[in-house]
């Protein structure tokens, strides 16, 4: 149990399919995250929220939108991806949010939901 | 541009001492170092942090030199569970902000 718990755990979809990854924290951390992690490529932050508000675009595309509702509950939407969109797709949360870098808060991870695109 | 250095691989047996080093020449002053672990199909896990000198908790030490540009990962009498990616995360120096730079990690493979 790590605390961050993703769902699902596996999708596959078509390129003109929409749909939603979901993550969920039971730390009480005030600050979210997703990653992707490609084959044989290091982890890419996408999005950062902090308090429920986005304060990071790591230059993603608009086909991925990012969706907080609470500080607990943070959604990725999905459509009209490209097969190279088909990757490990990781959430975290930290307890307060990250400064500069990695700071001194460590991140906790869910174990990702793993998407492929046909 | 990567703010991290690590060695790509690297092999070790049951029982043995390992130690992995990470370059990060650009640390910025208040930046702290953090080691994460990652085994397949999972996210990554903190396995330790570190501001300078030593620090040591249950599974790892982690060693930093004053400067602080470079920092070492111990792990004692490792098994074949240790068997993973291991990734050093400092902040980005340059432009601080919420960056968070994963680098490619050391892929560690622990033999019988």
């Known amino acids: 149990e790590t605390g961050v718990t993703q769902t699902p755990r596996h999708l596959v979809m078509g390129m003109t399919n929409k749909k939603s990854l979901k993550c969920e924290q039971h730390l009480g951390h005030n600050a979210m995250y997703w990653y992707k992690q490609s084959a044989k490529k290091p982890l890419e932050l996408m999005f950062v929220?902090?308090?429920?508000?986005?304060?990071e675009n790591n230059s993603v595309p608009s086909r991925f939108s990012p969706e907080c509702p609470n500080s607990s509950h943070l959604f990725l939407h999905l459509h009209t991806l490209q097969p190279e969109d088909s990757a490990l797709y990781l959430c975290a949360s930290s307890q307060e949010p990250l400064v500069t870098g990695a700071g001194n808060q460590p991140q906790h991870f869910g174990d990702g939901t793993r998407l492929s695109i046909l | 541009l990567a703010k991290t250095t690590q060695p790509i691989s690297m092999d070790s047996y049951e029982g043995q001492e390992v130690n992995i080093t990470c370059s990060h020449n650009n640390i910025a002053t208040n930046d702290y170092i953090t080691w994460y672990q990652q085994f397949p199909s999972q996210g990554p896990r903190f396995i330790i942090q570190?501001?300078?000198t030593k620090v040591t908790n249950e599974v790892a030490s982690l060693f930093i030199p004053a400067d602080r540009k470079s920092s070492t990962l111990s792990l004692p009498r490792v098994s074949l569970s240790d068997t993973a990616v291991y990734y050093c995360?400092?902040?980005?120096?340059?432009?601080?902000?919420?960056?968070?730079?994963f680098g490619a990690g050391t892929r560690l493979f622990v033999k019988a």
């Open positions: 929220y902090n308090f429920k508000e986005q304060t």
């Open positions: 995360l400092v902040g980005d120096g340059n432009t601080g902000g919420f960056k968070t730079i």
């Open positions: 570190g501001y300078k």
